[in-house]
């Protein structure tokens, strides 16, 4: 009997040390959520990159090399990203590396070209190729706005 109450009593604080440490991952779980992702805006037509392409005239920065504007639907990719900070960066904006035929992203000034860009909020260059964007707007549409700061990089860079 005496050794049946012994570990009734043992077992009360594990009890209560195991019920402690779900309650402090629930509350540390609830404040950790990642904020929501904001609503995106329908794309503004059928085809917004085609629609940025239109009459665009790239120069090479390479002597003797021709550029099709086409080529940049690939070599410009969008894609969601989960905001994970306050800054709420919510999309990725990745650049092959053909788009050093156009301008040199670094420093020509591609970040402040896309800021400019209608329904751009924030534009951060982590790296040579990437961009991280926070925006409304419908992929299709930042993919349009970052081929529009690229060809506008590329003009100025003549």
Same mark, same amino acid.
């Given at each position: 009997? %005496? =050794?049946?109450?012994?570990?009734? !009593?043992?077992?009360?604080? %594990? !009890?209560?040390?195991?019920? =402690?440490?779900?309650?402090?991952?629930?509350?540390?779980?609830?404040?950790?959520? +990642?904020?929501?992702?904001?609503?995106?805006? *329908?794309?503004?037509?059928?085809?917004?990159?085609?629609?940025?392409?239109? =009459?665009?005239?790239?120069?090479?920065?390479?002597?003797?090399?021709?550029?099709?504007?086409?080529?940049?639907?690939?070599?410009?990719?969008? =894609?969601?990203?989960?905001?994970?900070?306050? *800054?709420?960066?919510? +999309?990725?904006?990745?650049? *092959?590396?053909?788009?050093?035929?156009?301008? *040199?992203?670094?420093?020509?000034?591609?970040? &402040?070209?896309?800021?400019?860009?209608?329904?751009?909020?924030?534009?951060? #260059? +982590?790296?040579?190729?990437?961009?991280?964007?926070?925006?409304?707007?419908?992929?299709?549409?930042? #993919?349009?706005?970052?081929?529009?700061?690229?060809? &506008?990089?590329?003009? +100025?860079?003549?």
């Amino acid at each position: 009997m %005496r =050794g049946r109450v012994l570990r009734v !009593l043992l077992a009360v604080p %594990r !009890l209560l040390l195991a019920l =402690g440490v779900i309650a402090w991952a629930l509350i540390n779980v609830a404040l950790r959520r +990642t904020p929501p992702r904001p609503v995106r805006l *329908d794309p503004s037509s059928a085809d917004p990159v085609g629609d940025a392409l239109v =009459g665009a005239r790239p120069v090479s920065r390479i002597a003797g090399e021709r550029l099709d504007v086409e080529d940049l639907r690939w070599i410009v990719g969008v =894609g969601e990203l989960e905001p994970v900070d306050e *800054d709420g960066f919510n +999309t990725v904006a990745g650049l *092959d590396d053909v788009v050093s035929s156009y301008a *040199d992203v670094a420093v020509d000034g591609l970040e &402040a070209a896309l800021v400019e860009q209608p329904g751009i909020d924030a534009v951060a #260059h +982590t790296d040579r190729e990437v961009l991280l964007v926070r925006s409304v707007l419908a992929l299709p549409d930042v #993919h349009a706005a970052v081929v529009r700061a690229l060809l &506008a990089v590329n003009r +100025t860079g003549e």
